[in-house]
């Protein structure tokens, strides 16, 4: 699976940004699908996941702000970052797990910079 995240960029605090993860294959067949970020000098945290079933899951930091979604057409996953903070400036990596049998193998994007910032 090839995943390519995009939607990054330098935003004022208070404001908002959509990230979007396009996967090379139908996301069906993946089990879950996910946003990490890595801020300078910490280490990598989950931010939202959502299954394929639609479940999703948020880290307590970001719950009433973000939302992650999927357009299972576009084979795309979203992250809605609404009300962003200073704190919230990170590289945001997409993160697919896919399950085969009882194996599971996880792929990551390259990455996208988001920047809070007055």
């Known amino acids: 699976v090839q995943l390519q995240a995009s939607g990054g960029g330098l935003v004022q605090p208070g404001g908002s940004l959509r990230l979007s993860c396009a996967a090379s294959e139908n996301i069906f067949s993946i089990n879950a699908m996910g946003w990490y970020r890595q801020a300078p000098g910490k280490q990598r945290e989950l931010v939202a996941a959502?299954?394929?079933?639609?479940?999703?899951n948020y880290a307590d930091s970001v719950k009433g702000r973000f939302t992650i979604s999927r357009d299972n057409a576009k084979n795309t996953v979203y992250l809605q970052m609404n009300s962003l903070k200073p704190e919230d400036t990170a590289v945001y990596y997409c993160n697919a797990l896919k399950v085969i049998f009882t194996q599971g193998y996880v792929y990551w994007g390259q990455g996208t910079l988001v920047t809070v910032s007055s």
């Open positions: 959502i299954t394929s079933g639609g479940s999703a």
